[in-house]
């Protein structure tokens, strides 16, 4: 599986912010869990702007197709529970 986390890197000048301030800390948590369940083979990668402006950090698993949004620390045990671990 594979975890594309919003960096918001889209060049619109006005959205900078859309991902929130805690995009790192949430990468790093999810990096962790990559190393933490090898079992689950997944991939943790920065996605880019996802275009989805509006909907503060957004994380995207593939192939399930599970878009999380809004996420930020307390929401990564349970996207990994819920998303990873039990799909």
Known sequence: KYIFICTNTCSFSDLKDSCGDNVMTVRIAFLGIEKAIPKHNVTVNKGGCL???????????????IWSKMVNLEYVPEIVKESIIGN
């Open 51 to 65: 275009n989805t402006w509006c909907l503060g950090l957004v994380v995207f698993i593939y192939p399930s197709e």
